[in-house]
């Protein structure tokens, strides 16, 4: 791994190994992949004695992977691909749910994939955090053209430079649609029948305008250590190993409010979805 970065990469890799190593899985399945370059692959490097499978429903993010992300114990399928019948000891589900139509629905089917005594890692923002803000900052700031202009101005008064190419997690246009607060989550896992047996925060700053401030490795290294010590909802990201808590509920489903919709929308205009 690279060097810490205001999203606290390192620290998530190093949340799902610490799982992995506790309960030494035979096949792990990271679920929303993307691309393979944050998560997926290396963990695979560092586990080379379990098998994984990343998969995902964007089909360039899993040619990109296939490419690009190469190691023995470690396979790309689509989502659509995946046999019904496999089963893994440890899913992993990373910033997925935000971005899925029915999040309580998809943590019931992540179980029909999950061996007895199996775990989930799950990874979510936290939709009220310092995060979410501002990206809803953002994106008011691009529907209203004001970005646009002083990305303009900016390039107008320094010269462009060659930047060498950022990792991306995935290739996917997928705007988040849900936006979680801490009780607002906590109701959506006990619908899938999921209870935390661990907990982590991710980092406590991140996204537009934090980024800037947060640009040495002893800065990002400050945001994901201080992220443990204030209150679950000032963090900007939550971390958790889940385990079934007896079946998941029948019915019961994450309910956006007006404000969540009202956000789901801005989201999908700026990104140029109907």
Request: charged share 25%; hydrophobic share 45%; net charge positive.
């Amino acid at each position: 791994m690279g060097p810490e970065d205001a999203y606290g990469t390192v620290k998530c890799v190093a949340f799902a190994s610490e799982a992995i190593a506790e309960l030494h899985p035979r096949r792990v399945l990271d679920v929303g992949c993307g691309t393979g370059r944050m998560l997926t692959w290396p963990l695979a490097q560092a586990h080379p004695e379990a098998r994984f499978l990343g998969i995902d429903a964007d089909a360039r993010s899993i040619d990109y992977a296939r490419a690009a992300c190469v190691a023995p114990n470690l396979e790309f399928e689509r989502l659509a691909e995946l046999p019904a019948d496999r089963r893994f000891e440890l899913i992993i589900a990373s910033e997925v749910i935000e971005h899925v139509e029915a999040p309580a629905a998809f943590l019931r089917d992540l179980r029909k994939w999950l061996a007895p005594g199996g775990r989930v890692v799950l990874t979510v923002p936290n939709g009220y955090g310092p995060s979410e803000l501002a990206s809803l900052a953002e994106t008011l700031l691009a529907l209203t053209g004001v970005l646009g202009l002083a990305r303009a101005v900016k390039r107008a008064f320094r010269p462009k430079r060659e930047a060498a190419p950022v990792p991306r997690d995935t290739l996917a246009v997928s705007p988040h649609i849900n936006f979680f607060s801490w009780g607002e989550l906590q109701r959506t896992l006990a619908a899938a029948g999921l209870a935390p047996r661990r907990y982590r925060a991710r980092t406590l700053f991140c996204g537009f305008g934090f980024d800037f401030a947060i640009r040495s490795e002893r800065a990002a290294r400050w945001n994901a250590r201080v992220a443990d010590r204030v209150p679950k909802r000032c963090v900007s990201g939550w971390m958790f190993v889940l385990e079934p808590n007896g079946p998941a509920a029948a019915e019961g489903e994450y309910r956006r409010g007006l404000v969540s919709r009202l956000r789901r929308r801005l989201n999908e205009k700026r990104w140029g979805l109907p």
